[in-house]
């Protein structure tokens, strides 16, 4: 048996500078941080501000990282993430303003 790692990439863009009232977003919808969800159609229905929350729900065999920089993202490059989440529901503060990538790893057994 052997892992298999698949990556999925969202890039979050924060928008405004000025920290205003907080939201809670619920990464991927009802449907949560999965690989059958399309995030192209939930992150396009999303405004980002400075200070919300990114709510990530997944099973036991995801992961979650965020990334430091663009160029990591481009490389799909795991190797020094910003932050590494495994709980299963992990929340992600906005801080700043700018764009980050959160990467879920996904371990399926192969037999």
Known sequence: MGHKNTIFLVLVATLITKEA??????VGGSQGWDASTDFNSWISGQTFKVGDQLVFKY???HSVVELGSESAYKNCDISSPVKSLSSGKDVVKLD????????????DLQM
């Not at 009232?21 to 619920?26: F, K, P, R, S, V």
Request: proline share 10%; hydrophobic share 45%; no cysteine.
């Open 59 to 61: 099973s036991s065999l």
């Open 21 to 26: 009232l907080a939201t809670q977003h619920a």
């Open 96 to 107: 700043k303003p700018g764009t980050s990538a959160f990467p879920v790893l996904i371990d």
